[in-house]
């Protein structure tokens, strides 16, 4: 029967970089991946570039019940520490948006140093492996997979949520934090598009993948990004980001004119642009194809009318929506294409210094099945990280 100092489940961004901090500490691990590879999310992160980090992470960038939870973990492995990693296997990276950080060449880069560094440091990482069985008994867990019954000493949790079933996501870590007696707070899908079933559906869909700089603005939130209409709905990173703190049957507030007063403007323009349509003078601000959507969507008896011949409150009724286009969108696409599950571990059961749980001696739990959610934009995974790098130096 195959004994290690530690078990780790889960062989993504969390569960790699735990296996290689431990192993390099001289610790015998066993990294168990339920799927035919490791590191299959960030394979496909990012469009294939892997946004691995980014350059201003503070502890506002991450969703958690209890907001300063994160802070030590990001504080002992910061964006600093794994650029310097990345830094070291010479890979070529580059600053996107807003402190995104990208591999100039393929998400491979990434996890291919991480393998190598496990495999330095002399890890054993088993694949297609199901486990049927966790049980702790005489100071140690037993691990039960169909083939094989392994002991440890350790274990830790880094089997990711619900996000994406397709590349291994399950629920498989909340079923092991209630077997322990550790709570968890109700997941849902985030950084996700929403879905629309209204007459905006159509609206959208025939603006499918036209896409427009906005502030999107949900629960005292605002992000200022791109909009992407889609055959469903709505994405991009202004709506992914807002999707986070949105809740099932809530509104969320668009404008389309970030930089401009819509009220002043459009005043403005049937004072010096009296004889010309609204259509053509909007055109100049956003896309044409949008413009004609909303006419028919909100003034098409006046389409053709001069802007002399409106009335000033019509103009402003317009200019309202312009800067404050409420919308209530029917859903989400939900974990099917969502980058992230919110929810998770109850952080108030571990311990912020090493991820250790309090109420069970030797379990750990890192990575997105704890109730820590990032921000879009390399977030998630510098939590990931910093959350592997801490259990990894203490089990």
């Given at each position: 029967?195959?004994?290690?100092?530690?078990?780790?489940?889960?062989?993504?961004?969390?569960?790699?970089?735990?296996?290689?901090?431990?192993?390099?500490?001289?610790k015998?691990?066993?990294?168990?991946?339920?799927?035919?590879?490791?590191?299959?999310?960030?394979?496909?992160?990012?469009?294939?570039?892997?946004?691995f980090?980014?350059?201003?992470?503070?502890?506002?960038?991450?969703?958690?019940?209890?907001?300063?939870?994160?802070?030590?973990?990001?504080?002992?492995?910061?964006?600093?520490?794994?650029?310097?990693?990345?830094?070291?296997h010479?890979?070529?990276?580059?600053?996107?948006?807003?402190?995104?950080?990208?591999?100039?060449?393929?998400?491979?880069?990434?996890?291919?140093?991480?393998?190598?560094?496990?495999a330095?440091?002399?890890?054993?990482?088993?694949?297609?492996?199901?486990i049927?069985?966790?049980?702790?008994?005489?100071?140690?867990?037993?691990?039960?997979?169909?083939?094989?019954?392994?002991?440890?000493?350790t274990?830790?949790?880094?089997?990711g949520?619900l996000?994406?079933?397709?590349?291994?996501?399950?629920?498989?870590?909340?079923?092991?934090?209630?077997?322990?007696?550790?709570?968890?707070?109700?997941?849902?899908?985030?950084?996700?598009?929403?879905?629309?079933?209204?007459?905006?559906?159509?609206?959208f869909?025939?603006?499918?993948?036209?896409?427009?700089?906005?502030?999107?603005?949900?629960?005292?939130?605002?992000?200022?990004?791109?909009?992407?209409?889609?055959?469903?709905?709505?994405?991009?990173?202004?709506?992914?980001?807002?999707?986070?703190?949105?809740?099932?049957?809530?509104?969320i507030?668009?404008?389309?004119?970030?930089?401009?007063?819509?009220?002043?403007?459009?005043?403005?323009?049937?004072?010096?642009?009296?004889?010309?349509?609204?259509?053509?003078?909007?055109s100049?601000h956003?896309?044409?194809?949008?413009?004609?959507?909303?006419?028919q969507?909100?003034?098409?008896?006046?389409?053709?009318?001069?802007?002399?011949?409106?009335?000033?409150?019509?103009?402003?009724d317009?200019?309202?929506?312009?800067?404050n286009w409420?919308?209530?969108?029917?859903?989400?696409?939900?974990?099917?294409?969502?980058?992230?599950?919110?929810?998770?571990?109850?952080?108030?059961?571990?311990?912020?210094?090493?991820?250790?749980?309090?109420?069970?001696?030797?379990?750990?739990?890192?990575?997105?099945?704890?109730?820590?959610?990032?921000?879009?934009?390399?977030?998630?995974?510098?939590?990931?990280?910093?959350?592997?790098?801490?259990?990894?130096m203490?089990?």
């Amino acid at each position: 029967m195959p004994r290690f100092d530690s078990t780790i489940i889960g062989a993504g961004a969390a569960g790699l970089m735990c296996a290689m901090t431990a192993a390099q500490r001289g610790k015998k691990i066993l990294l168990l991946e339920s799927s035919n590879k490791a590191g299959k999310k960030i394979l496909m992160s990012g469009g294939g570039r892997c946004n691995f980090s980014n350059l201003f992470v503070e502890p506002d960038n991450f969703l958690c019940q209890n907001p300063h939870f994160c802070k030590s973990a990001l504080s002992q492995y910061s964006q600093w520490d794994f650029i310097s990693l990345v830094e070291k296997h010479g890979i070529s990276y580059h600053e996107k948006t807003l402190g995104q950080l990208f591999c100039d060449n393929s998400s491979k880069d990434i996890v291919n140093m991480l393998l190598k560094e496990c495999a330095d440091a002399g890890v054993t990482i088993k694949t297609n492996i199901t486990i049927t069985d966790v049980a702790y008994r005489d100071q140690h867990f037993h691990v039960n997979t169909k083939s094989e019954q392994y002991i440890c000493d350790t274990l830790v949790v880094a089997s990711g949520g619900l996000s994406i079933p397709s590349l291994g996501g399950s629920g498989y870590g909340y079923q092991l934090a209630a077997q322990f007696n550790i709570p968890c707070f109700e997941t849902r899908a985030a950084l996700v598009p929403f879905t629309f079933s209204d007459h905006y559906q159509p609206v959208f869909a025939g603006l499918s993948g036209l896409s427009v700089d906005v502030e999107v603005h949900t629960h005292n939130t605002c992000f200022r990004e791109a909009l992407l209409f889609t055959h469903r709905g709505l994405s991009g990173p202004a709506i992914l980001q807002a999707s986070s703190y949105w809740h099932r049957g809530e509104t969320i507030h668009i404008n389309l004119l970030p930089n401009i007063n819509a009220e002043e403007l459009l005043i403005q323009l049937k004072q010096k642009q009296a004889k010309n349509i609204l259509r053509s003078q909007l055109s100049q601000h956003l896309p044409k194809a949008l413009v004609l959507q909303l006419e028919q969507l909100w003034w098409p008896e006046r389409a053709e009318l001069p802007l002399a011949e409106w009335a000033d409150q019509a103009l402003k009724d317009i200019a309202s929506k312009l800067n404050n286009w409420i919308l209530r969108p029917a859903g989400t696409e939900g974990y099917r294409t969502a980058e992230v599950t919110i929810g998770g571990v109850n952080t108030d059961y571990l311990s912020s210094q090493t991820m250790e749980a309090k109420t069970q001696k030797g379990l750990y739990f890192i990575g997105e099945v704890v109730d820590v959610t990032g921000h879009l934009g390399g977030f998630n995974f510098q939590w990931a990280w910093s959350s592997g790098y801490v259990a990894g130096m203490n089990i």
